[in-house]
């Protein structure tokens, strides 16, 4: 059952040999049995929700609506209307928001049903999910290991199939790295196509909802599901919507595939060069054409997104004050005190960082040298972008230099930051991308990262759905969950 | 007042134009003034996180309409903002306003002084959101936050430092104050904050080219107090500096009770905002298009209206001034200029005269006035058909105001028309001739001051009613 694909499960709903409730319950078991391990969720339901059920039976009606009684959690910044959304953070702790992400009440009319809000690092920072303020989430592929972050607990749930489907968002590689270390599929989409309207924000410009699931068709449905033009977000795309079909081809003649040189040579690890390097061969072998290309400001990128995302983040995070929501430090004599008590004991270390990073980069005299100089670099990597574009159709890179680490590897900020130098460049582009399972290393997963041209979320999908195939790395699952 | 011989001020001013828009400036909420508090907050008012600001169109196009009318070249492209600092009325920790491409480039207003005229020019005008209000005054231990206000939409308009007096910068502010009442973009209540400035203040010895330095005096709401405010803080600055001190670049806050400014915070302790790009908002591509459906909505401003009540309508300079500076005056004179024979010079008159005379005793505006255009519309054509005089005309409005009648009401139940009805005024005239025979051989004897006594007779008899110009016709022929 746990193996089974969207359209299974949907078509054993719709056939009545499944009913939702049992499809549910078995994922229920799972979430609750799994977590004590993983910590992979945060607040787990006690059961269906009877609301959420009448829905998706209603749904099951409709043989469009394929996610119809699916179980999913979503990462917990997305807001759900009526339970608590944390964040990660001490500051949102008792946070119950009044209203329902567009992300969120998107699939819940498509039918599906919440079974557990995910951990995450802080606010979405972090590589690790060492940075929750609930307790960091476990690999489950081993559990002395980091899941990677900030969607952690996302990758986690699905890589040990607490349930089949994550939300998850990707602000410089939160969907993609995770994804990776935990072996799943995962896709953070073009910036503009999925509302971020109810979506605690971390970095606005670069901030976009995605998702995690076993299989590249899995993620197209649920992400044709999300996604959608949404009046509540300036930022949405008005042509946002959006449809995956599988594709009729069987193989991947005429796609031009681009790869980086530079970045597979310059891997350090061997066993994600050799994987990386096979997986590669697989697209060549199923017909694709494979390209050397070159981005030649990319090695710029990650300077440029910590100054960026700290800078959106140090002016995002002000709202939680300790005066209308959120925590309040009970040890104030004034306002000032109100303020710094209240932030200094809601925050954890890595946001308190990236706070003061951006507050910096922000400060007069200071913005032209920081702000200003990385959104120039910004603009010079999205067109690099372009220029690879005219010349293939998809680009194929590492997602992360290395397998999963262990706990409390990368005690210091600066040395987790450099494991996004391969994902940070498509997000400054708001490029679509994707991560996807292929050959592990000494029994820890590694993916390869496809990444797409502007709002071609189909073609890197297509990619994918075709190595996958051919492959059966998607389908391993760490022994202890199977 | 003057300034001290040998001395000259120079003013600028950022005036905040509270938009009268249905909605706030980023969320659907209602945006009018004086609801219960925190009753008109939406999520992204309170700053819930999550919520994503969506930008007003109509507010966009008040600002348009509002560049176009001082000449302003209108940015074919804006960006918002934000200016980050923390405090308790702001929910966001940061105010979306403009930085470096304001909607609203240089412009430039003419402003009369002294009989002269003089032109000022704008730096810039932009959209902003307004912040919550915070209450220290109510609660003993606490201070109370209102955030009704929090993201209503204003225009700041910045002007050059071009002012050198306090009378003139009273006359910019009543001339953007015009352009905005006129426009409709602004309700113009100065008591509830819709129209109020900072202002620019430093004072340099005659001659001198340099700037000295200045201190922003905040919130004036009252033209009044702007002018008061600005002649006490150059005086303070002179006698500062003439006492061998240094002016420090300081906010002020203006204490009217006291006539003085005080500081209240020097620019050490002044916030760096850390203004940047508000990601959140996409910039804004303002269209020929845009710029042109704004064009047409340009209403006539005084000045032109003032030259088309001279011209078309006969009207006297100085009532044509009056009533084309006045939004609310010169609307009411116009409405009922429509729906009566009477001539233009004759409403003006009695607009500027008793009817003013009568609001003036009664405390309120035109605006306020219990006589609607309409009614008032009764009154001139009942004078213009030479039913009533002007003296019974005051005493009808008088009635009107009190009872809600219309004029043919008042003069039909008092019995006020004139008494034209020459058969009527002969058997008058008549009796009144027969009953003075002294006054009458007095008269013919060469005394024409007597004439008068007898129109005086007549009118004592009548009530005043008699038609003055028949009773003078009548009598001179009867006394030939």
Not at chain 2, 285 to 308: G, N, S
Not at chain 2, 418 to 447: E, M, T
């Amino acid at each position: 059952m746990i193996q089974l694909s969207i359209r299974e499960m949907a078509q054993l709903l719709r056939d009545k040999q499944l009913s939702i409730p049992e499809l549910c319950s078995i994922y229920f078991d799972r979430a609750r049995a799994f977590n004590q391990q993983t910590n992979a969720l945060l607040k787990i339901n006690c059961d269906i929700d009877p609301a959420e059920l009448l829905q998706a039976e209603e749904a099951l009606l409709d043989e469009s609506k394929l996610l119809a009684g699916i179980p999913l959690v979503h990462k917990d910044l997305f807001c759900t209307q009526g339970m608590v959304t944390t964040c990660g953070s001490r500051m949102l702790e008792n946070f119950v928001p009044p209203y329902d992400a567009t992300v969120v009440s998107n699939l819940k009319d498509q039918g599906m049903i919440t079974v557990a809000k995910a951990n995450m690092d802080e606010f979405a920072m972090g590589s690790s999910n060492e940075h929750s303020a609930f307790g960091s989430v476990q690999n489950p592929w081993d559990l002395t290991r980091v899941p990677g972050g900030s969607s952690g607990g996302s990758a986690a749930a699905v890589a040990a199939r607490m349930v089949p489907v994550a939300t998850a968002t990707d602000t410089g590689g939160s969907i993609r790295q995770p994804t990776a270390l935990c072996g799943v599929t995962g896709i953070k989409p073009s910036y503009g196509r999925v509302s971020r309207y109810g979506m605690v924000a971390f970095a606005s410009s670069l901030d976009q909802g995605g998702v995690m699931a076993r299989t590249a068709d899995d993620c197209g449905i649920v992400l044709s599901a999300m996604c959608g033009h949404d009046h509540k977000d300036s930022t949405s795309h008005p042509d946002a919507a959006w449809q995956w079909n599988l594709p009729t081809l069987k193989n991947l003649k005429g796609i031009k595939v681009g790869v980086v040189i530079d970045w597979i040579d310059g891997l350090n690890d061997e066993g994600v060069k050799q994987s990386t390097i096979k997986a590669i061969d697989t697209l060549r072998q199923q017909g694709a054409e494979i390209i050397d290309v070159a981005l030649p400001h990319a090695h710029l990128a990650v300077s440029a997104y910590y100054v960026i995302a700290p800078a959106e983040c140090s002016s995002n995070l002000s709202r939680f004050d300790g005066v209308r929501y959120g925590h309040r430090s009970i040890d104030t004599a004034d306002l000032e005190t109100l303020y710094v008590n209240s932030r200094s004991e809601g925050f954890g270390e890595e946001v308190k960082r990236r706070i003061m990073v951006g507050t910096w980069a922000l400060s007069s005299g200071y913005y032209d040298a920081y702000y200003l100089k990385a959104q120039k670099i910004r603009r010079l990597i999205a067109e690099d972008f372009n220029k690879v574009f005219e010349q293939v159709d998809v680009l194929a890179a590492p997602v992360s230099p290395e397998v999963a680490f262990k706990q409390e590897e990368k005690a210091d900020g600066v040395s987790m930051y450099q494991a996004d130098v391969f994902t940070i460049p498509a997000s400054l582009a708001g490029l679509p991308c994707l991560s996807m399972p292929i050959q592990s290393v000494h029994g820890l997963p590694v993916g390869l990262q496809l990444i797409g041209r502007y709002f071609d979320e189909r073609s890197i999908l297509n990619v994918a759905h075709q190595f996958q195939q051919v492959t059966e790395w998607h389908k391993a699952m760490p022994e202890a969950y199977k | 007042m003057t300034i001290k011989a040998g001395w000259e001020m120079v003013v600028g001013l950022e005036i905040h134009v509270r938009l009268n828009t249905q909605s706030k400036l980023f969320s659907g909420m209602r945006a009018s003034y004086g609801a219960e508090p925190n009753t008109q907050v939406s999520f992204l008012d309170a700053a819930l996180p999550g919520t994503l600001p969506v930008v007003n169109q109509k507010a966009v196009e008040y600002a348009i309409r509002f560049g176009l009318s001082i000449d302003a070249v209108i940015a074919p492209l804006t960006v918002f903002s934000r200016k980050n600092y923390f405090y308790p009325d702001l929910p966001k920790g940061y105010q979306i306003s403009q930085m470096d491409y304001p909607i609203v480039g240089p412009g430039r207003i003419e402003i009369e002084v002294d009989g002269g005229s003089k032109v000022i020019d704008i730096t810039r005008a932009h959209l902003e959101e307004d912040a919550g209000k915070s209450i220290h005054d109510k609660y003993d231990r606490y201070s109370a936050i209102d955030l009704n206000r929090a993201g209503t939409p204003l225009i700041e308009v910045v002007s050059e430092p071009q002012m050198s007096s306090a009378k003139e910068a009273v006359a910019y502010m009543r001339a953007i104050y015009t352009r905005v009442t006129h426009l409709g973009i602004c309700d113009g209540n100065l008591q509830e904050g819709s129209f109020r400035c900072d202002a620019n203040v430093s004072v340099r010895r005659v001659g001198d080219q340099n700037l000295g330095t200045r201190a922003e005096i905040k919130n004036l709401n009252s033209f009044r107090f702007i002018e008061k405010a600005i002649n006490f803080e150059a005086k303070r600055q002179i006698k500062l500096v003439e006492s061998g001190g240094l002016v420090v670049q300081e906010t002020r806050l203006y204490d009217a009770e006291k006539n003085e400014t005080r500081s209240m915070r020097s620019k050490e302790n002044a916030n760096d905002y850390r203004y940047f790009p508000d990601p959140d908002l996409l910039p804004i591509v303002v269209t020929a298009e845009m710029i042109a459906a704004q064009k047409a909505r340009l209403p006539e401003f005084p000045e032109a209206k003032k030259h088309r009540y001279i011209q078309s309508l006969g009207l006297k300079e100085a009532e044509a001034h009056t009533i084309a500076h006045d939004l609310a005056l010169s609307q009411y004179f116009e409405s009922a200029q429509e729906q009566t024979k009477a001539k233009a010079d004759l409403n003006a008159k009695f607009l500027l005269g008793e009817m003013t005379a009568l609001l003036n005793a009664e405390g309120v505006d035109i605006s306020q006035s219990r006589i609607d255009a309409h009614a008032y519309a009764g009154v001139l054509e009942a004078l213009a058909e030479s039913h009533i005089s002007r003296k019974i005309a005051k005493q009808v409005i008088e009635t009107m105001w009190h009872s809600g009648q219309s004029a043919a009401e008042v003069i039909e139940s008092q019995g006020l028309a004139q008494i034209s009805d020459v058969s009527a005024l002969i058997a008058l005239v008549d009796q009144v001739l027969a009953n003075n025979p002294d006054q009458v051989a007095s008269y013919r004897d060469g005394n024409d001051k007597m004439f008068n006594f007898f129109v005086g007779q007549i009118m004592k008899q009548t009530k005043g009613q008699a038609n003055p110009v028949q009773t003078k016709t009548l009598l001179e022929e009867k006394l030939k």
